[in-house]
């Protein structure tokens, strides 16, 4: 079996002394190599520049850490081929997450205080990032977290408590809850049911669907929901309770393997001849299409952080196909969001001149910059990025080997975005 | 009605997972006294080594049911001759933090051989599709896992009850130096039990590939838990104690999820402090 991956010496190879060399064989510098001397002229910034970045690498969901490295490795690669960010070379160092909060704390001491990091950037679940949330203002460094979706995070934390030092790069629950809301308000479907995970995650995306919908369609009625815990294997009694409501959507917040067995089960027991309107709103998840493969039922509402094909630009084109050579899988949408976000911090610090973390947080408010996602601005009062991902349903395409998104419907982010300050009228969609 | 009937149906169905797997802990628990944490990695490798034959060597599902199980045996035998035999002796924790280390051990080989990410079995052709109940579809393989369940446990009792194997195997867990002194070889013996409980939980793997739908390095640590208190519920060490808990736990388990959807993580564990607090040992347990 051909395994395409990379192991922990590959990437310490790459990160060591080196990594110009290796990238630079590896073919990916392209011929816009930065002039070192332009840089090293004014030693502002003083190098190397270290990110510490923690996903998940153990367990069920190990596959998503594997991922995010893939992102992460070809983001320093080109960089560092390219000179570095602002002429210092970049260094990462990946720990294990192990999605449990206190050991993202551990992760993130460790890299601040022994390892010696300037930025911090991962983390996976919304649980970690609400526990690390307080400790970043003591920590002092910049945290770009790339996969947890709780809008908590920026809405409470970065906002209301004015812990400035954290950023998101990827879409937060808004996707998952409002614009959701805005695709099924179009359907003939009023009942609703869900099955999700019972965590903050699935709690808050469920909640805030039920209330957007309610805004946007007086007269929908919410009448299951099922919460399965996190490392369910065995869906079927969260679906004899869907099936025992009789409704005409269901809209699940299940990812990841979890998905992929809830999917199956589902199938099987014929839930998806019953109820004709499905949302998934991270179903657009690559590990989530290709172990679905074929079997993936057609027609299902599917969304993710980031789709590969979307946006159909050159950008985005060429760094698919890029990703595709080097590690023959199209990229996930954490990949996306860990390569985008060290380009967000070459952006930031080339344009702060410094990588100290008051400065960075400056020149990171309000910055837009180009990624394969498309264009990303970071909102100044809650630090998110805002940028479109897309809605469709899901197909068969002879050119994959597994369903893809059809019919795709793009909702401006700025449309369905919860806005500062997050509460009374004329802070959650619809905007007048 | 209609969902009554398939609430019990799911947990008969998860119940007799949870026995396949709970089968082989509770037999080398009852006649080598291990408790063996590394089961749940058997369970995995039992569940990879049967997709590898499915899909790489393009075999049939039951192909790999066969030789998958098979495969893990080798691993189970290693396990056992090599390590676990070295530290009979020794305190209990130094055997459950070998067990641990394996667990650890089987994980990363997973990952490295297989990849970290999920891989997702084709759907069976034989055995696939559903049929109706009181008007709502079951999956056919879940009515083969029923009747797997049972199966197993027939096969066990008949073994352990009604062959000579059985009585030199009983015997020897009763004590070991008495049978040692009667010319039984004993060591040789735990290894064949182990394997034969190693074969049990990689069994319960190769089952798991259509029945879970997927497969990622740590799926065996979920189960193992699972597994775990059933064993416990039933008796440390009984076979037919954890057959009764496998039940007990997938139809409770079942109507928890659907009726009392905000208890149903707690319902197993409240009912496994329940049969401490009245029958330490389990219910159908022998105090030792």
Known sequence: ????????????????????????????????????????????????????????????????????????????????????IAGQKVEVEIRDSTLKPDDAIKNARYFVDSWGADFLGGIDSSGQALALAPVMAQ??????????????????????????????????????GNAAAFIAKDFPAVKWSTVSPKYEYGFTCWKMFQETLTRLKPGVSFVAESWAPFGTTDFRSHINTIMDAKPDGLYSTEWAGELISFLKQAKEAGLFDKVKYVMLPVGAAMDVLE???KDMPDNLWISGRYYFQYPNDKTNNEWVARFHKRWGHYPAYVSETAYSCVYAIKEAVEKAGSKDTKAVIAALEGMGMNSPAGHRVFRKEDHQAIY?????KTKSDPKYPFKVMGGMKVIPAREYFNRPPFEGPGTMPPFK | MQSYVHVILAGLSSGMFIWLVASGLTLIFGVLGVLNFAHGSFYMLGAYCSFTVLKYLGAGFWTGLVLGPLAVCAAGFVVERFFLRHVYRIALPYQLLLTFAFVLIFDNLVKIVWGGGALSPPSLSFLGGSVPILGRNFPVYNLFIIAVGPAVALLLWAMLEKTWYGRIIRASSSDREMAASLGVRVPALFTGVFVFGTWLGALGGGLAVPYVGLLTPGMGETIIIEAFIVAVIGGLGSLKGAFVGALVIGVITAFGTRFFPAFDMFLTFILMGGVLLWRPQGIFGTAR
């Open chain 1, 388 to 392: 479109d991902v897309p809605w469709g």
């Open chain 1, 1 to 84: 079996m051909k395994k395409r991956g990379m192991n922990r010496r590959d990437f310490l190879k790459l990160t060591g002394a080196g990594s110009l060399a290796a990238a630079a064989a590896g073919g990916l510098g392209g011929g816009l190599l930065t002039p070192k001397w332009v840089w090293g002229a004014t030693p502002k910034v003083k190098g190397p520049i270290k990110i510490g970045y923690q996903t998940v690498l153990s367990g069920t969901l190990a596959g998503y850490g594997e991922f995010h490295k893939m992102g992460l490795l070809m983001a320093l690669d080109e960089i560092n081929a390219k000179g570095g």
């Open chain 1, 291 to 293: 172990g679905m493969g």
């Open chain 1, 139 to 176: 920590l002092d460094r910049v945290l770009m977290v790339t996969h947890a979706a709780t809008e908590k995070l920026t809405e409470d934390f970065v906002y209301r408590k004015g812990v400035r030092q954290i950023f998101r790069n990827c879409m937060p629950t808004y996707n998952d």
